[in-house]
């Protein structure tokens, strides 16, 4: 290979690798904006191929009209917003009244202008190089391009972000972005000068007019191909975030596996048979949609992971792979494949991330997705025969009936549902205990709280996580030695703790969800019955406190969920300096880790060391009889003598860090140390 190959490659690669690395940089910094909420990444996805779709046009334009100095101007103006994007931050709470908005707004100020110009490399130099090469469209350029975003993806999770601070992050893609920009307006000049001189030993092929037109059919699958293949990673990605946490492990393995199947789709398109793949492509989709109905059912994470990765492998390979047989034949149009291609992904990220919540209340996008994808096989392999369109045709009707079961079965017994930016809020109601109703909060398949309504003492009984033995029950009782307490808790849920309000009792929730104060009024009875005076503050928790005049609560209580576990701008040490603060000398901090995936316990232990705060873990099995669960709470106190007092001391243990753990910061933070596989 000559060394204007190797530039060309090398372009490629680098642009490649600076967009994908790009993303979950990008998006954990709006993490803490926007509540940490699971939607924020899916959100992202979104813009991001819309973004990439745009770049795509640009580079179907810039091709045929040849504008060289508009694309220097570009590069030089995406240099410029990727400095200015290095310094900056974001403040927690940014956007959350219109969070859509928020995120394409942030992202379109931040990278908007270089993820354009990054976006752009791979077709533009596949182009450029056929025209100096005089060759055809070199498409394994874009399976090594897939290979350098698989390469940061794989990097990031397991090397950048557990070493480096999310400033340390932005400034090192800064730095490489800058190598990128000149290397780009480099082969710019180069591609522009063999233009106007065309070089007499460089036989020069404009296109290959005698190549068959592509047909309209196939056109319109260039977009319904890819856009199946997006909806699968946004469906899945979903719901691994929804009901795990809203990190960026969980955001890089599917969209890994995405890239995994573009790479072999555009380098090896051969590597697997069509039918065996479209076997095993049946089989899991027809096992995952069945575990779809079992809504009470739970799987360790790495089962859960990996079936739902291995679903999304086999779909997209079959997908890409089907939309690469359908490549065109003349040069002229490959720009207009890669715009087509890219139009699907973001038509398809779109209606997960952002129609879906806008038409169901209940969220079933991974079941309509899996009858999409059977739609799609159904239509290309069509023409294969009368066994191929039984088995997809067969396929879609009964992928278009599980979505109308789960429909039914998700209205019945629903007292409330409601879907927006942070969720799919239900109200379960059904008779669990004998004469009793039983009314259940979940966000997905997280439950948030629950009430019984039978007997007067069944209703005011705390139940879930916060019965009278758990962490936060031991210090709402003895906190305060029989006088008025003023308690702060961050999450409302179904508004449980309140149940522990006396007369004269100050309780005061902060609810970043604007769905779940209606639904705790009015469904719920804890805070219409509570003896204490009960107020609800809207808004991202860590943000109000910032804003409000010290509070003095003898009890603060953390206890917002996003997934299956605190939202991380929640846990860091600027976040316990604020909590202090809004504490009442000797004051309590109550930090919720019940969960199935992740220990919190060392990362918050760690931070109540360098708070000079004692730590303990609180610990109780469930009760079925009383709707109790099995709870894990950390208290951190400045005063020990609470953890002395005899109704405390044995009910705990002191809480232990991990050896060589990082203290968590807001600019610096990583699950995947304490993930519980």
Not at 351 to 378: E, H, K, M, Q, S
């Amino acid at each position: 290979m000559n060394p204007l190959r190797w530039l060309f490659a090398g372009a490629v690669f680098l642009g490649s690798f600076l967009l994908f690395l790009v993303e979950p940089i990008a998006a954990k910094q709006l993490l803490p904006a926007l509540g940490g909420s699971a939607a924020v990444w899916v959100t992202c996805l979104v813009f991001f191929q819309t973004a990439l779709l745009l770049a795509y046009l640009y580079a179907h334009w810039l091709a045929r009209s040849s504008r060289w100095t508009l694309h220097l101007v570009l590069l030089a103006v995406a240099a410029l917003a990727a400095v200015a994007w290095a310094g900056r931050s974001l403040e927690p709470g940014f956007g959350a009244e219109a969070p859509v908005a928020a995120v394409f707004a942030a992202l379109s100020l931040w990278i908007g202008v270089p993820f354009l110009a990054l976006g752009a490399t791979s077709p533009l130099m596949q182009v450029w190089w056929a025209r100096i090469e005089g060759t055809a469209i070199p498409y394994r350029l874009f399976a090594l391009s897939n290979l350098a975003s698989l390469l940061a993806l794989a990097l990031y999770p397991g090397l950048i972000e557990p070493q480096f601070t999310l400033r340390a992050q932005r400034m090192g893609w800064t730095a490489g972005f800058c190598v990128f920009v000149a290397l780009s307006a480099a082969l710019t000049l180069k591609a522009r000068w063999r233009a106007l001189v065309p070089a007499p030993t460089v036989r020069r092929i404009i296109d290959d007019e005698s190549a068959p037109a592509t047909s309209v059919w196939h056109k319109l699958l260039w977009v319904l191909l890819p856009m199946g293949a997006a909806m699968q990673l946004s469906a899945v990605t979903s719901y691994l975030t929804a009901n795990i946490a809203a990190i960026p492990l969980l955001w890089i393995l599917p969209l890994g596996v995405y890239l995994i199947t573009l790479i072999v789709a555009f380098e090896f398109p051969g590597l697997a048979h069509r039918a065996l793949v479209m076997r095993l492509l049946i089989v899991l989709m027809g096992g995952l949609a069945y575990m779809l109905t079992q809504t009470e059912a739970s799987l360790p994470m790495r089962i859960s992971i990996g079936f739902y990765l291995l679903e999304l492998l086999f779909a997209c390979y079959f997908l890409h792979t089907e939309a690469y047989a359908l490549r065109p034949q003349r040069t002229s149009e490959s720009t207009l494949f890669y715009l087509l291609f890219a139009a699907g992904g973001a038509l398809g990220s779109f209606l997960v991330g952002i129609g879906a919540p806008l038409v169901f209340r209940f969220n079933y996008d991974l079941a309509i997705t899996f009858l999409a994808t059977a739609l799609l096989a159904a239509a290309v392999t069509w023409r294969d025969g009368w066994n191929q369109r039984l088995l997809w045709v067969s396929s879609s009707v009964t992928l278009a009936v599980l979505v109308g079961w789960l429909q039914i079965a998700s209205q019945r017994q629903t007292v409330a549902a409601v879907r927006n930016f942070y969720g799919a809020l239900r109200v379960k109601q059904n008779y669990g205990y004998p004469g009793a109703e039983l009314r259940t909060l979940t966000n997905g398949s997280i439950q948030h709280g629950s009430q019984i309504f039978g007997t007067d003492e069944q209703r005011k009984m705390p139940t879930t996580y916060y019965a009278e033995d758990s962490g936060v029950g031991l210090a709402l009782r003895y906190c305060c030695q029989g006088q008025a307490r003023t308690v702060g808790v961050i999450g409302l849920g179904a508004g449980t703790l309140a149940a522990y309000g006396r007369p004269g009792d100050r309780f005061r929730f902060y609810e970043i969800n604007p769905a779940v104060e209606p639904i705790a009024r009015e469904v719920f009875s804890y805070m219409r019955e509570s003896g204490a005076r009960v107020d609800v503050v809207e808004g991202d928790g860590r943000l109000s406190l910032a804003h409000e005049a010290p509070q003095h609560f003898d009890v603060l209580v953390v206890d917002a969920f996003s997934g299956d576990a605190i939202p991380l701008h929640l846990l860091t040490a600027e976040a316990v300096t604020l909590y202090r603060q809004q504490l009442a000398p000797g004051g309590i901090l109550a930090f919720h880790i019940s969960n199935q995936h992740v220990d919190l316990e060392p990362p918050i232990a760690l931070l109540a060391q360098s708070a000079e705060m004692t730590a303990m873990r609180v610990s109780t099995p469930a009760n079925d009889e009383r709707g109790e669960f099995g709870a894990s709470w950390l208290l951190l106190t400045d005063n020990p003598a609470f953890f002395a007092q005899p109704g405390v001391v044995g009910h705990g243990h002191p809480a232990t860090a991990l050896p060589g753990l990082r203290l968590w910061t807001d600019d610096y933070s990583s699950l995947l140390p304490v993930l519980s596989w």
